[in-house]
T-cell receptor, first 113, second 114 residues
Framework: AQSVTQLGSHVSVSEGALVLLRCNYS??????LFWYVQYPNQGLQLLLK??????LVKGINGFEAEFKKSETSFHLTKPSAHMSDAAEYFC???????????FGTGTQLKVEL | GAVVSQHPSWVICKSGTSVKIECRSL??????MFWYRQFPKQSLMLMAT?????????EQGVEKDKFLINHASLTLSTLTVTSAHPEDSSFYIC??????????FGQGTRLTVV
């Protein structure tokens, strides 16, 4: 069975500061990993995903994540936060390329002036 | 990317009535659609997997007779909440999967049962 743990339900950063959202997963097979962003009362938008190959994945809006198998982690980063980045972020995993996703509990990102 | 349209975006209904939510893939064929439920400040929980032309597969603990799913075509899946009660109030989100197995999410439906 697969699972996802997101440490920190709320993260607050200053505008221009580094954003780091943590995600650890467990999977019995090589995982596919995803980060989604959700704005209030909206669906999910894919930020980036890891399937195979390069472990550093770049996504939209300046976000990137690195797959670290030894740490079973897929943390999301952005060098410089912008006010528009304030939203809920979900890490998700699917096993073996299947499209059935298991989501983490989400991290609410707040960006302050 | 591909677009999934979910309708309505919000609905208020009385206890005991039924509500139908539509999920349409606008520019791709979705052989598989997923239905999720999201409680306030919580994550998305998969309710069921819907495959075109066959019965949906429900996750453990989800009442199939209460949450009726129909996937009659490659571009449309519907979720009907039957005999709705206040505890069914939630945010429901669908996703459709294209040939590349990437999931595209609808905008979600906020259901409030009064």
């Amino acid at each position: 069975a697969q699972s996802v743990t997101q440490l920190g339900s709320h993260v607050s950063v200053s505008e221009g500061a580094l954003v780091l959202l943590r995600c650890n997963y467990s999977s019995s097979v090589p995982p596919y990993l995803f980060w989604y962003v959700q704005y209030p009362n909206q669906g999910l938008q894919l930020l980036l995903k890891y399937t195979t190959g390069a472990t550093l994945v770049k996504g939209i809006n300046g976000f990137e994540a690195e797959f670290k198998k030894s740490e079973t982690s897929f943390h999301l980063t952005k060098p410089s936060a912008h006010m528009s980045d304030a939203a809920e972020y979900f890490c998700a995993v699917s096993e073996g390329g299947g499209n059935k996703l298991t989501f983490g509990t989400g991290t609410q990102l707040k960006v302050e002036l | 990317g591909a677009v999934v349209s979910q309708h309505p975006s919000w609905v208020i209904c009385k206890s005991g009535t039924s509500v139908k939510i539509e999920c349409r893939s606008l520019d791709f064929q979705a052989t598989t659609m997923f239905w999720y439920r999201q409680f306030p400040k919580q994550s998305l929980m998969l309710m069921a997997t819907s495959n075109e032309g066959s019965k949906a597969t429900y996750e453990q603990g989800v009442e199939k007779d209460k949450f009726l799913i129909n996937h009659a075509s490659l571009t449309l899946s519907t979720l009907t909440v039957t005999s709705a009660h206040p505890e069914d109030s939630s945010f429901y989100i669908c996703s459709g999967v294209d040939l590349n197995t990437e999931a595209f999410f609808g905008q979600g439906t906020r259901l409030t049962v009064v």
